[in-house]
Structure formats: structure tokens, C-alpha cells
């Protein structure tokens, strides 16, 4: 029987489980064939999407072990050009979570040459914004490297970079994590303090004292015992007095005044005080954007929030201040999972519990499409496609309580809030109907996306289905894993047919919902774009590009 050389070797219909021919088309880890991501869009994943909690087909500890090969790869080929997209992305807030971009920082002081090192330093303190994450980046920079004098002296400058009072709130408020402390930093790094209130500072931080008395210190250093003497200086802030004052209040009423007076933040309030509702009430008035909303489910459960209440009033003017949210750096993914958790009455963790404020529920809604930069609509068709197969319903999106699955639906109805030709389905081995929209809440949409049954993943069906219904479409934008196997034809060939038979300059978007390092746009086609899920950019970045 003659061969059917066209059938084994055809580049325009291709089964997912075997590579184009040609093509540069790797393995996935599913078992069917995609293309590798280049290192540098690797690091973009790793730096908005982390690699906590893993993914469906690859633990926690490989795909870090990978993300992190090809971070130091990066800072060896161009150390500066990391360090500059390291900044880049945790100063502008485009990250659910700042810890990978503090890891990465702490990658280039280990791995970078003398330039990227010296940038490193010189931009501590734009990704080490405050106590807990340069706690985070002593802890990561000490299991990769010593502490050489360049090191000390960037951790040196974070501290006498800032006046002093917010050097007394940084103190204050965090203490200490990841088995570090202020002191233990100021130890290490022996700055110069720039003023006497520093000094003050300094020395309260490093005895416990109130720094205006003299206090003697003991300590082991390498097995032998030593004695410093912390002598009298300066006058502390009034923060740090109204800190200590709080250790030793013997009411409520001390504490509430403490908090009205000197903005005492809740990490300065001793643990006894933090049930009660007039506690939480002052703390509410000042309270920064990041710890209310973490806060909720405690307020509400103490009965401080609930209908009508004048803390449920002020929430929601909080969460309606679109420029607040975007100067506290609100990412999109930190409303998006407290919408889910208070929306359900209870933590993830722990046993709070409470009665949802619906008025809450619905700021909390308004807030996450709020914090996506600003978006211009492309003015044309688009399919948002959902891969809602097995693979994205494992692993976790930034370490958070989110599936990729769950997080994509959210992600796709921003897409669709904006745009006033739109089309959303779900797709896995079979079309699956979601029957969602923008005009639903985002906790009912959730709920929707996380029922639905576990499949194999074709994602060559949006191209396809467009092509059955004759449907013409500018743009395909699919928010998956890219662990594609299914299917008798590649996304990149059904994209390509498509084109040949409808819209010619037919777009596809290719929006990376996990740190791994595939995906389905072909790197030789300008019409095929790769962007990060969860990016807060991203929405406006595929819209420019469908729109251009």
C-alpha cells in the first residue's frame, strides 16, 4: 500500500499530539505540542503570576525550579534589562503579589554582573516598599548569597532614605517576618543616621526601649557574649510613644484614644483589644485601602458592618474612589478574591464567619473592574474564549483561593464590559454553554465557572465554531494554560483557515493564565499575541492590539 505522504507531513491540518511539521513546536506538559516561550516572557509570567500552588500538570516545586532557570538566564544575558522590568512591573502595581518580583530582585544580587547588582541596590527600595518586603528579601537574598558590603549598604539606605516619622510607621507597624526584624536588619547593615529623630528611631528599634533612656543590650555573637550600650538621644516620634503607650492600656477607651490621636495602625493594637467594635470603628477612619479589605469579614462579623451603618457607608465611598484604589496599587485579583471570600460569609482558612453587607458585595464588584488601567474599546467583534477544561480548574492563580479557571471568567468580563460587539464561550474538548455576562455579579459568575465538569482540551474550537456558525470575528481571545492536546487540527492552522475563508486579518490573543512556559501564538505570526492573565495592563494591551 502506497504511503499518504500528504496526511503524515501536512502543515495546514495537524493533530494537537503531533508537532507541525517544520515548526518549532515543543512538547506540553498535557502531551500535545505548542510552542516554547521565549526566557523574557517567562520572567513577565513569573513576575505577575508567580508559581505558588503550582499547576495542574507540574507541583509547586518544578515549576519554580523552571521559572526560576529562566529568571537567572535573563539576569545573565541582560541584567540590567531585568532589573528595569522587575521595577517596572511591581512599581506600577501590575502584579497580584509583590513577593516575585522581590525574589527576582533577590536573583539578580546572586546571579547579576557588578552593573545589574548596583541597580539592584539603587532600586531596593522601589520593590521593597515597605518592613515585610524587605523582610522577604533578606530572607530570599540570604539563601542565595552572602552579605557583602555592596548588600548592606542598599539595606542601609532603605532605612535613612525616609523621614523619620515613616521610618517610626514602618517599625511600628511591621515588625517583623520571616524569622527578621528591623533590628536584625539595622545590625547587619550599620547605617548612619541622618538626624538625631533617626537615631532616636534606631536605637528604640534595636533595644525595645523608648530611646530616650539608656539601656544596656546582650547578645551572642559566633558563641561569645556582647554588651552594647544604647545611650540617650533625640526625641522618639510620637508613634512609637503612642505604640508603647498601647502595650500598657487598661481600656478600650486608652486604646480608641491612642488610635484617634496618633493614627495607631492595627498591628500596634495588643491582641485583646481587636474584638471590639469601637477598636476597629477608629481604626476604620484612617485605615489604608489594602488592610480594609482584608479586612471585612472581620468588621462584620464584630458587628461594626452591617445595613445602613456608617462603617458600610464609608466602605463603599472607599472602594468607589477609582483614584484611591489606584494609588494604594489595588491589583485587580486582591478585589476580586475578597468579593469571592466575603461573599460567601466565611475565610478560607479559620472559622470566621459572617453575614455578607450586599452593599459591600456590589462596591467590591464595581472596585475590580475600577483597578484595570484604563481601556479603550477596539470597536470590533471579538470571541472571548474560556478554556474551562481540567487542567485549568488545578493549581491556584498568584498563590490566591482562584483556579485559572475561575480567575479567566473574571478576566474575559472586563474584555466584555468594555466592548459592545462581544461573544463569551467555554470550550474544553466540546463547546460548554456559560450563559455569563458582565451585568452578573462576579461571586454568582465563580460560583458558575467552578461547577462545571473536568475535560480534555481542544483550543482550536473558537477558531473552528466561528468557522461552522460563519460567524465573522476581528479577534479570538483565548484565556488558557496552553496544555492544548486534543483535536485533529493545531489553534494556529483552524486560525489560519479561518482568515482564508472570512476575516482576513483576523487577530488571536493568547492570554497565559499560569506561569508555564507554553503557548498557542505562533511567534512567526503578527497576527498572534502572548500576554500574562492578570496583568492589570492587559486588557488595554489587547485592545490596542486588535484595534492597531
Known amino acids: 500500500m502506497?504511503?499518504?505522504y500528504a496526511r503524515l507531513l501536512n502543515r495546514r491540518i495537524t493533530p494537537q499530539s503531533q508537532p507541525i511539521s517544520g515548526s518549532t513546536q515543543v512538547p506540553n506538559s498535557a502531551g500535545g505540542f505548542t510552542w516554547e516561550v521565549d526566557d523574557w516572557t517567562r520572567l513577565d509570567r513569573f513576575l505577575i503570576l508567580g508559581a505558588e500552588g503550582g499547576a495542574y500538570y507540574i507541583g509547586e516545586r518544578d515549576l519554580v525550579k523552571q521559572n526560576h532557570d529562566a529568571l537567572v538566564r535573563c539576569i545573565q544575558a541582560d541584567g540590567v534589562r531585568a532589573v528595569n522590568r522587575i521595577v517596572e512591573i511591581s512599581?506600577?502595581?501590575r502584579a497580584p503579589k509583590n513577593d516575585p518580583a522581590i525574589f527576582a530582585l533577590a536573583l539578580v544580587a546572586a546571579h547579576g554582573n557588578a552593573e545589574a547588582k548596583a541597580l539592584a541596590f539603587q532600586n531596593l527600595g522601589k520593590v521593597c516598599r515597605i518592613g515585610t518586603h524587605l523582610f522577604h528579601f533578606a530572607e530570599y537574598v540570604n539563601a542565595l548569597r552572602g552579605w557583602g558590603r555592596g548588600l548592606r549598604n542598599a539595606v542601609g539606605r532603605w532605612y535613612v532614605s525616609r523621614e523619620a516619622d515613616d521610618l517610626a510607621f514602618q517599625v511600628v507597624k511591621y515588625q517583623q517576618r520571616d524569622r527578621w526584624s528591623h533590628g536584625d536588619l539595622l545590625r547587619l547593615a550599620h547605617p548612619k543616621a541622618p538626624s538625631r529623630d533617626h537615631e532616636a528611631v534606631f536605637r528604640w528599634t534595636l533595644s525595645g526601649a523608648n530611646g530616650l533612656g539608656e539601656r544596656v543590650v546582650k547578645r551572642?555573637?559566633?558563641?561569645?557574649?556582647?554588651?552594647?550600650?544604647?545611650g540617650a538621644v533625640g526625641e522618639l516620634p510620637k508613634l512609637i510613644e503612642a505604640f508603647e503607650q498601647a502595650k500598657k492600656a487598661s481600656s478600650k477607651d486608652e486604646i480608641v484614644k491612642l488610635i484617634t490621636e496618633h493614627d495607631l495602625p492595627r498591628e500596634a493594637i495588643p491582641t485583646q483589644w481587636l474584638n471590639e467594635p469601637e477598636v476597629w470603628d477608629a481604626l476604620l477612619a484612617h485605615m489604608p485601602m489594602t488592610a480594609m479589605i482584608r479586612n471585612l469579614g472581620k468588621m462584620t462579623n464584630l458587628g461594626l458592618v452591617q445595613p445602613f451603618s456608617d462603617a458600610a457607608k464609608l466602605i463603599v465611598r472607599k472602594l468607589g474612589d477609582e483614584k484611591a484604589l489606584k494609588r494604594a496599587r489595588i491589583h485587580p485579583l486582591t478585589v476580586l478574591i475578597a468579593q469571592k471570600v466575603y461573599a460567601q460569609g466565611k475565610g478560607d482558612k479559620g472559622s470566621l464567619t459572617w453575614q455578607p453587607v450586599p452593599k459591600i458585595i456590589d462596591a467590591l464588584d464595581a472596585a475590580?473592574?475600577?483597578t484595570f488601567s484604563n481601556v479603550e474599546p477596539c470597536g470590533k467583534p471579538v470571541l472571548l474564549a474560556l478554556d474551562v477544561s481540567g487542567s485549568m480548574g488545578g493549581g491556584a492563580v498568584a498563590g490566591s483561593c482562584l483556579t485559572p479557571r475561575e480567575a479567566s471568567?473574571?478576566?474575559?468580563?472586563?474584555?466584555?464590559?468594555t466592548e459592545e460587539e462581544y461573544h463569551i464561550m467555554g470550550f474544553s474538548s466540546r463547546f460548554t454553554p456559560l450563559n455569563i455576562s458582565p451585568r452578573m455579579r462576579l461571586d454568582d459568575v465563580?460560583?458558575?465557572?467552578?461547577?462545571?465538569?473536568?475535560?480534555?482540551?481542544?483550543?482550536a474550537l473558537p477558531m473552528i465554531w466561528a468557522s461552522e456558525n460563519e460567524v465573522n470575528v476581528s479577534a479570538f481571545i483565548t484565556y488558557t494554560d496552553s496544555e492544548t492536546w486534543a483535536g485533529n487540527i493545531h489553534p494556529t492552522q483552524a486560525l489560519r483557515q479561518y482568515r482564508s475563508e472570512f476575516v482576513g486579518d483576523a487577530k488571536a490573543v493568547v492570554v497565559g493564565m499560569t506561569s508555564n512556559g507554553f503557548t498557542l501564538a505562533d511567534p512567526n505570526d503578527r497576527g498572534m499575541l502572548d500576554v500574562v492573565g492578570f496583568d492589570a495592563s492587559a486588557p488595554a494591551v489587547i485592545a490596542d492590539f486588535i484595534r492597531h
Open 409 to 417: 471568567a473574571a478576566m474575559a468580563l472586563v474584555t466584555a464590559a
Open 91 to 93: 512599581d506600577r502595581g
Open 368 to 370: 475590580f473592574y475600577a
Open 220 to 230: 551572642k555573637v559566633r558563641g561569645e557574649d556582647r554588651v552594647t550600650t544604647y
Open 2 to 4: 502506497a504511503i499518504n
Open 446 to 459: 465563580v460560583k458558575r465557572i467552578s461547577n462545571l465538569p473536568f475535560e480534555g482540551t481542544n483550543c
